[in-house]
């Protein structure tokens, strides 16, 4: 005589083999989407260090402090071409830059493509002077 198998054998092997798949896909998607974190985090970066280096062309030669338009484009351009990306820079008015930057970041996994782009703006205004607590 055999003995008598209990019913639920083999149930735990049916759920690894639904776990597992999950709970890789899940580890991926957070590897991955990290990818996509540093991106943002990395354009965000260059493009506010890009602005605030070109504020710091300032234009001193008359009295009423402003930036000097065309060192300024220069300056954000050296600092994204020194950091390895290109960027677009536009003066905002005779006091404030604008600089965008995109970012291309290889992804560790590849399940959310080889990799992944993030943009990032920032804009510096030229703050003179101190009044009342706060800036022109």
């Not at 639904?18 to 890789?24: A, D, M, N, R, S």
């Not at 970066?45 to 890009?50: N, T, W």
């Not at 710091?56 to 020194?82: E, G, K, S």
């Amino acid at each position: 005589m055999t003995p008598e198998s209990p019913r639920d054998a083999g149930s735990v092997s049916v759920m690894v083999a639904i776990l597992v798949p999950t709970l890789l896909l899940v580890v991926a998607l957070v590897v991955d989407g990290s990818a996509q974190l540093r991106a943002i985090a990395r354009a965000d970066a260059l493009a506010a260090e890009a602005a605030r280096a070109a504020n710091t062309a300032v234009d001193t030669r008359n009295l009423a402090v402003r930036i000097d338009t065309a060192a300024a484009a220069r300056t954000a351009a050296d600092y994204l071409t020194r950091a390895g990306h290109s960027g677009q820079v536009t003066l905002v008015g005779s006091r404030a830059v604008r600089v965008t930057v995109t970012v291309t970041e290889p992804t560790t996994i590849g399940l959310l493509g080889g990799s992944v782009q993030a943009t990032g703006t920032a804009l510096a205004e030229l703050g003179v002077g101190v009044r009342d607590g706060g800036l022109p």
